[in-house]
């Protein structure tokens, strides 16, 4: 899956392909191997070759994140570029269409149909690549449709919810 990344201001070019516990990752045209673990929640262990890199992710936003490896800490915000320019034209304007960021399973589903949610409200969290995701609503309005359950598999861009 390709991205356009942002990290600490610097602008990069990022594709990840996961399979079990292991990551290919072209960074600006430098690619990486790695085998990943996640002991808990937000933490995860990354082997490349004979060294072991710990990094805890949490999540500070729609899309953002800050990152914190060794003693160095990032701001990271990521855009899927196959669906960066459908969600502009979108506007937030009428409806909202809830996508997965990328192929994953849903691991908790936090509102209904019929809920009122607030802008930047979790309505479905999706877990891919062993770190969870909470999908937000990015205006308040009411959820009026919910189109997976838990424990449902899901593909990249896959509408999870609507809101109006």
Same mark, same amino acid.
């Given at each position: 899956m390709?991205?356009?990344?942002?990290?600490?201001?610097?602008?990069?070019?990022?594709?990840?392909?996961?399979?079990g *516990?292991?990551?290919? $990752?072209?960074?600006?045209?430098?690619?990486?191997?790695?085998?990943?673990a996640?002991?808990? =929640? *937000?933490?995860y262990?990354?082997?490349?070759?004979?060294?072991v890199? !710990?990094a805890?992710?949490?999540? !500070? *936003?729609?899309?953002?994140?800050?990152?914190?490896?060794?003693d160095?800490l990032?701001?990271?915000?990521?855009?899927?570029?196959?669906?960066?320019? $459908? =969600?502009s034209?979108? *506007?937030?304007?009428? @409806?909202?269409?809830?996508? $997965?960021? @990328?192929?994953?399973?849903?691991?908790?589903?936090?509102?209904?149909a019929?809920?009122?949610?607030?802008?930047?409200?979790?309505?479905v969290?999706?877990? =891919? @690549?062993? @770190?969870?995701? !909470?999908?937000?609503?990015?205006?308040?309005?009411?959820?009026? !449709?919910l189109?997976?359950s838990?424990? =449902?598999?899901v593909?990249?861009?896959?509408?999870l $919810?609507?809101?109006?």
């Open positions: 390709k991205y356009e990344a942002e990290i600490d201001g610097h602008k990069v070019i990022v594709d990840l392909e996961a399979r *516990g292991r990551v290919d $990752a072209v960074i600006d045209g430098r690619r990486y191997t790695l085998e990943v996640q002991p808990e =929640a *937000g933490s262990l990354l082997f490349s070759g004979d060294k890199y !710990e805890r992710v949490w999540e !500070e *936003g729609p899309s953002s994140l800050r990152v914190k490896l060794r160095r990032f701001g990271a915000k990521l855009y899927d570029r196959k669906h960066r320019r $459908a =969600a034209e979108q *506007g937030e304007e009428g @409806m909202q269409y809830l996508t $997965a960021p @990328m192929p994953g399973k849903v691991v908790k589903v936090l509102r209904a019929g809920d009122e949610v607030s802008a930047g409200e979790g309505v969290v999706v877990e =891919a @690549m062993k @770190m969870q995701n !909470e999908i937000k609503a990015r205006k308040a309005g009411r959820v009026i !449709e189109r997976v838990e424990g =449902a598999t593909n990249a861009g896959q509408v $919810a609507v809101v109006e």
